[in-house]
């Protein structure tokens, strides 16, 4: 990583990081949540900027330096959007999977945006290259979502994050 990168991304993750503070509390009521199967977000909802997207992929990636014990792929990806300053209830996999009001599906996915299949979670970092960072075998890291080893997952579906007009 060239240096002018490393102090974007040191930079962005300052700035995520500052809102750290937020509850990460599972949500005991998550199964009785409403799904998304086809809908789209309220008018009232918009996606993320590029530069509110750079805040959580920037979170992320300096998640892969820190220790995630007793952690799994939807914790990590709940507590990344919730330090990036974008919360939602906590949702395992399968109901991410199903669809969760906080999220739109899309067709094309674009960074941080979730890739997801039944029983794991992710953000697209590059779709282009389709890199995406979850808790992998070997604990938070990046992979490619069209590997034989994902492929083999079925195919997975993509979520947009979607926050309240202010």
Not at 95 to 117: K, N, T
Not at 121 to 148: A, E, T
């Amino acid at each position: 990583m060239h240096a002018a990168s490393r102090s974007v991304t040191a930079a962005l993750c300052a700035l995520a990081l500052s809102g750290a503070g937020v509850s990460r509390a599972q949500d005991p009521n998550h199964s009785a949540r409403p799904t998304v199967k086809h809908g789209h977000a309220p008018a009232n909802r918009t996606s993320l900027s590029s530069h509110e997207r750079s805040s959580v992929i920037a979170v992320a990636l300096h998640s892969k330096k820190a220790s995630h014990p007793g952690r799994d792929c939807s914790h990590l990806v709940h507590a990344i959007y919730q330090r990036a300053g974008f919360p939602y209830p906590y949702a395992d996999s399968d109901d991410l999977y199903d669809g969760v009001p906080e999220f739109r599906p899309v067709s094309h996915p674009e960074p941080a945006d979730l890739v997801v299949w039944h029983g794991h979670v992710g953000i697209v970092i590059r779709p282009s290259g389709h890199k995406f960072f979850s808790f992998l075998s070997k604990g938070p890291g990046v992979d490619d979502y069209q590997s034989r080893y994902w492929k083999s997952r079925g195919k997975p579906r993509f979520y947009r994050y979607v926050k309240h007009d202010s």
